[in-house]
């Protein structure tokens, strides 16, 4: 009986560490899809560079963008494309990137009036707030970077990152007299709770940006 007591005690113990490194896993993961999907756009604006298509080439840029809407069943959710027939910030269905895992998907959590979450295109994954319990998304040092409860990061044919929103710009690299390639650490919280401005460490992980060279990693 008492050898049994001491197991019991050894494994309350043991739940007790680990439930709290199980809870930032599930963080991780997403964060870590996140930061492939980044990369992913980045290699997606460097191949195919929409240089002199059109006259305003500049935006059709690839992009990722994040959103909190119905078409996501209201949860954070994000889809990887460029704009280039409308030009308008949102896209068609056919300019959401192929999910290279299943050519039969494209690479969004759920899009308003396009792809819905559920939908047999959608790539589920992508919907974080489902697929990872993430809650909510700030953006830090990104410039401009919310629009309508939406948020985005593109690049350009070499790969650096910019801010604001492609269908906004007047020439390929400023807004309303504003350079908008990135020049700070742009930083991207995933947060369990509701609101990231309320989020413990436990509760959050943050993804980097680095200005010029684009390149994006998990801040430990």
């Not at 949102?90 to 819905?116: F, H, V």
């Not at 040092?141 to 269908?167: M, Q, S, W």
């Amino acid at each position: 009986m008492l050898e049994l007591v001491f197991v019991l005690v050894i494994i309350g113990i043991l739940a007790a560490v680990m439930l709290p490194q199980m809870q930032s896993t599930k963080l991780r993961e997403a964060a870590i899809q996140v930061v492939s999907h980044i990369r992913y756009t980045q290699h997606l604006a460097m191949v195919d560079d929409k240089f002199d298509k059109n006259n305003t080439w500049y935006k059709n840029r690839w992009q990722l963008k994040f959103s909190n809407t119905n078409g996501t069943d209201n949860k954070w959710a994000y889809a990887i494309f460029n704009d280039y027939t409308n030009q308008d910030g949102n896209p068609n269905e056919n300019e959401i990137a192929i999910n290279p895992l299943d050519k039969g998907k494209r690479l969004t959590g759920g899009y308003s009036g396009l792809i819905e979450y559920g939908d047999a295109k959608a790539s589920e994954k992508l919907n974080l707030g489902h697929s990872y319990s993430v809650n909510d998304i700030d953006f830090t040092n990104c410039g401009i970077a919310n629009d309508d409860g939406k948020k985005r990061v593109f690049f350009d044919h070499l790969g650096r990152p910019l801010t604001d929103n492609p269908e906004q710009l007047v020439n390929p690299y400023s807004h309303a007299g504003k350079n908008l390639l990135l020049t700070t650490q742009c930083q991207i919280e995933l947060c369990e709770v509701s609101d990231c401005l309320l989020a413990v460490q436990d509760e959050k992980i943050t993804i980097q940006i680095e200005p010029e060279t684009g390149y994006v990693h998990i801040i430990d």
